[in-house]
Each structure stands twice: as structure tokens, then as C-alpha cells.
């Protein structure tokens, strides 16, 4: 083992031994996956773990089947947790991928099976298309309620150092009913841009708004690459302003990466992620 192998070792292990007690979403509903935590929730413009939920036209760029799990739970809230897990499978210019993400929150759990298709038209352009089957249980499961969405997603390439990525979720706002009341689930859109800076350093910028609310959820996160194989994530998210900062770890076919964020009212949080690849 060369020295900065070691080293490296010695750093990975300090990390997971200072992150694993805090391995609690800040945000238990954020879907978009451990790696854009670290990022203050930006992730539009790569293909990770979470795109399937986050902009399903990156699906195109795997490359075999990809498995991955993740794991949300804030520090205080024991009666909340958010745990995921997808499956993908791509050739290059088209991608196809399953998930399973599951949301308990004290009385009330929400499970959604995903499935979604992307297709590269050209060198520049990719578009992703997803469809959500949602089952709502509440009152520990006396209460209950099965409705669908969906979303479209779409990257473009500007150039060499830049890239545009949007998605529009549930515009339609899909209706749901729980005993005889009848609700319409929220919607929301998002874009956002990618400029490599250099080799190794990244910098994202994104934008988001849900329906009924008026603020714009601003984005930003910076990536840097020390090592290869080795990425530092740091960013900042308007809403709640949260700081947050994260790394990933790739050896050989092994993914891990962990995040956590502050927040000013509930502190420190994190999650854990696990990726797999298989050539």
C-alpha cells in the first residue's frame, strides 16, 4: 500500500467514525439522495444515486446495472425515518430504473414504487420521464389512500464547461383521498446549472420552488476532488439556511458517501449512502 493510500485510509476511517453518530436526515422528505445534501440539495446535472427521484434524464448516462441504498433520520425525531433503495440499468444512451423509497412519520407512513426511462437524443440533449405510485397510510394504516404522479426531466449540455438541468414534478397535482376528504398532492419544479471549473473542482447553482410557496429555494455547492476516487462536497440551501458538507469514497466498484447539514433550529443532521456497480 503506497503512502497516500494509507493516508487516505486513515482519513476515510476518521470520517465515518466522526459522521456515524449523526447519520440522521436534516430533512427527512428530501429525496434527492446523500451526495446533494452535501451539496445543499444541488444534483440536477449528474447521474448519482438519487437521480431516479431528482432528474430521471441522467438515467441515460449509466452505463450496466447500478444498485444503490440510502438512509434519512433526523436526530431528534425518532418517529421519523426515510430509507430508499433503486435499481438501474443503461447502456449509455438509454436507461431504465426501479425505486423504492418509504417515509414513517409518527402515525403516518408513505411508501412510492418509481419507475422511470431516459433517452440521449444527441450529444447535447437527454430527457427522462417518471411515474410514482404513492400509498399513503395514516392513523397506523385505519386511514388510507393510492394515487399516482410523475415528472419530467431534461439536461442539456451548453458546452464544455457548463450544464442546464430542470425537472418539473406532479404539475398536475395529482388528488388523493383520505375517509372523505379529498387532498391534491404538492407540486414543484427545479433547474439548475453545473460549471466545471477545473479537473477536480465543480460548482453547482439551483433553484426550486414548491407549489404554495412563494420563496425560491436557492442551491449552491462546490465539489472538490483531492484524490481520485475521493470527493468533498460543500454547500449552502436558502430555505432554513442550511450549511452542509459531505464526501464520497469510490473503490473499485464501491460507492459510499456520507453528508450532514445544520440546520438552526434541529442542529446537526446526516445520511448515509451506498452505491454498487455492476460491470
Same mark, same amino acid.
Given at each position: ?7 487516505? /485510509?486513515?482519513? @476515510?476511517? $476518521? ?8 447519520? &440522521? ?13 452535501? %451539496?445543499?440539495?444541488?444534483? $440536477? ?14 438515467? +441515460?448516462?449509466? /452505463? ?24 438501474? /440499468?443503461?447502456?449509455? *444512451? ?8 418509504? #417515509? ?9 414504487? +418509481?419507475?422511470?426511462?431516459?433517452? *440521449? ?8 420521464? =417518471? %411515474? ?24 442539456? *449540455? ?14 398536475? =397535482?395529482?388528488?388523493?383521498?383520505? &375517509? ?7 407540486? +414543484?419544479? &427545479?433547474? !439548475?446549472? *453545473?460549471?466545471?471549473? +477545473? ?24 465539489? @472538490?476532488?483531492? $484524490?481520485? !476516487? ?5 454547500? @449552502? ?12 469514497? /469510490? ?6 458517501? %456520507? ?6 433550529? %434541529? ?10 456497480? #455492476?460491470?
Amino acid at each position: 500500500m503506497s503512502y497516500n493510500s494509507y493516508k487516505l /485510509k486513515q482519513f @476515510y476511517i $476518521l470520517l465515518l467514525l466522526v459522521y456515524l453518530p449523526h447519520l &440522521e436526515a436534516q430533512n427527512p422528505v428530501n429525496d434527492n439522495g446523500i451526495r446533494s445534501l452535501g %451539496l445543499g440539495g444541488a444534483g $440536477l446535472n449528474d447521474l448519482h444515486s438519487a437521480s431516479l427521484w431528482q432528474n430521471p434524464a441522467l438515467l +441515460s448516462n449509466a /452505463k450496466g446495472w447500478q444498485f444503490s441504498t440510502e438512509y434519512f433520520r433526523p436526530i431528534y425525531l425518532v418517529s421519523v425515518g426515510l430509507g430508499s433503495a433503486t435499481i438501474v /440499468k443503461g447502456n449509455g *444512451k438509454r436507461g431504465f430504473a426501479l425505486g423504492f423509497s418509504r #417515509l414513517g412519520v409518527s402515525s403516518m407512513t408513505d411508501q412510492t414504487i +418509481s419507475a422511470a426511462y431516459a433517452l *440521449k437524443l444527441n450529444d447535447r440533449i437527454k430527457l427522462g420521464v =417518471r %411515474l410514482d405510485w404513492n400509498q399513503l397510510y395514516a392513523l397506523s394504516g385505519m386511514a388510507s389512500s393510492h394515487y399516482f404522479t410523475g415528472g419530467v426531466g431534461v439536461h442539456y *449540455k451548453l458546452n464544455e464547461k457548463l450544464q442546464l438541468g430542470a425537472f418539473v414534478f406532479n404539475p398536475n =397535482r395529482s388528488p388523493f383521498q383520505l &375517509e372523505d376528504a379529498v387532498y391534491r398532492s404538492i407540486s +414543484s419544479w &427545479e433547474i !439548475g446549472l *453545473k460549471h466545471l471549473i +477545473s479537473d477536480r473542482i465543480n460548482w453547482y447553482l439551483e433553484a426550486a420552488q414548491e407549489q404554495g410557496f412563494s420563496e425560491i429555494d436557492w442551491q449552491s455547492g462546490l465539489e @472538490y476532488m483531492p $484524490l481520485e !476516487g475521493f470527493q468533498l462536497q460543500f454547500g @449552502y440551501r436558502s430555505i432554513a439556511s442550511k450549511y452542509s458538507v459531505g464526501f464520497s469514497f /469510490k473503490k473499485q466498484n464501491w460507492k459510499t458517501s %456520507l453528508a450532514s447539514a445544520w440546520h438552526p433550529d %434541529l442542529g446537526f443532521g446526516g445520511g448515509i449512502g451506498l452505491e454498487y456497480a #455492476l460491470d
